[in-house]
């Protein structure tokens, strides 16, 4: 098993969020609109997703974390399950130039409007099926704000599938430490399906056997 790190909850407590105020009586219409990861999640209202922003770099000094944490360069592999548009993997790709960087998503709508630099490296991909990849063909493995989405018994072969491509795995996944902040977590989330404490989600990583590093995001 890997190690509780901290690389994006910095950039995750940047955002204040008004839980209260997303817990109304159209959220489950809206909680339909975000689970199709189309435009309305990324680029629309608040109230389905993201509501839509210009890249501002943000993304920079969690690459030079990971960089840093495992030893990455410019010959390595890096897989980033549930890609977004591909942030992420483009500050990465400033850092390593030459790298090996893949990057797998569900929603079209996200790959057809990624960073232009990195968009040849993106594949449409549901991160409930098998990696489309060999064993150990990466150096890391990685999904940032993703396996959540996915119910208990498919999230736990898509962690198993991170630690059989990779030598190394960080997982970032939203959790809850006392009954406050699962009411605010409750009340923010949109395509959350699977809500665990942190020792639940240690437990579940060793059932899905995986043994990589993990994150989790709290909403306090």
């Not at 209202?45 to 509501?51: H, L, P, S, V």
């Not at 090996?100 to 996200?110: K, N």
């Not at 960073?115 to 098998?130: G, V, Y």
Request: hydrophobic fraction near 35%; aromatic fraction near 12%.
């Amino acid at each position: 098993m890997g190690e509780l790190v901290s690389i994006v909850t910095p950039l995750h407590t940047r955002t204040r969020r008004n839980y209260l105020e997303r817990m109304s009586p159209e959220k489950p219409e809206c909680m339909r609109v975000a689970k199709r990861y189309g435009q309305d999640y990324w680029d629309g209202d608040r109230r389905f997703g993201y509501g839509g922003h210009s890249y501002d770099g943000r993304w920079a000094p969690v690459a030079r974390a990971l960089v840093e944490r495992y030893g990455l360069h410019v010959g390595s592999g890096v897989l980033d399950v549930g890609c977004g548009k591909g942030y992420l993997l483009y500050e990465l790709s400033l850092l390593l130039p030459g790298a090996r960087l893949a990057g797998l998503d569900v929603s079209s709508y996200a790959l057809e409007n990624a960073k232009p630099e990195i968009r040849d490296s993106l594949r449409l991909h549901d991160a409930a099926q098998p990696l489309p990849y060999r064993d150990g063909e990466f150096d890391l493995a990685l999904s940032v704000m993703t396996l959540f989405n996915l119910p208990p018994r498919t999230a736990h072969g898509a962690l198993g599938e991170l630690s059989r491509v990779a030598r190394d795995g960080y997982v970032v996944l939203e959790s809850f430490r006392d009954e406050a902040e699962l009411t605010n977590l409750q009340c923010w989330a949109l395509t959350c399906e699977t809500f665990m404490a942190p020792e639940d989600w240690v437990w579940f990583f060793g059932q899905s056997g995986y043994r990589g590093d993990y994150e989790f995001i709290y909403f306090e």
